[in-house]
């Protein structure tokens, strides 16, 4: 039995249903639809942007972003990056540069996830930028399609 994970914003969801959750749909022929809770501390936002990552011990790694929260950012990389190395990041945002440290938390095949760990300045420009995508990409959503 397969499923399909859709993220939801709350204005997606019936009117009972609120909060941070994901549609799971049954892929097995049957109409069955469950909500469950997502359990992010932040909701991700579609952002591609190139992104230079600086691992300690090798040359720089080249990529793009795929999507961004307040806490963390995923990439696909050409080049492998060690897992729970701390890296440097740089990549620039609608509303300025980011160069931040963060922990290399994940990775299927050439996606990686990275935590945040440190920068007041660059979480300021991140914050700001993930409310401005959500009101965007929210807008998108509720907007007919022609």
């Known amino acids: 039995m397969k499923n399909k994970v859709t993220s939801l914003s709350d204005g997606a969801l019936p009117p009972e249903r609120s909060g ?7 892929q097995s022929g049957t109409d069955q639809t469950r909500y469950v809770r997502n359990k992010r501390q932040h909701s991700r936002y579609q952002l591609e942007v190139p992104i230079q990552i600086y ?28 897992l729970g190395e701390v890296v440097r990041l740089e990549f620039a945002l609608p509303l300025g540069p980011v160069e931040l440290l963060a922990l290399v938390r994940q990775r299927n095949a050439f ?10 300045s660059a979480q300021d420009v991140i914050g700001q930028t993930c409310r401005q995508l959500a009101v965007e990409q929210t807008a998108r959503l509720s907007t007919p399609l022609e």
């Open 20 to 26: 941070d959750f994901l549609e799971v749909q049954n």
């Open 55 to 82: 691992p300690r011990n090798c040359g720089v790694v080249h990529g793009y972003t795929v999507d961004l929260s307040e806490s963390g950012v995923a990439a696909m990389l050409r080049d492998e990056v060690p």
């Open 111 to 120: 996606r990686y996830g990275f935590q945040f760990v440190e920068s007041a």
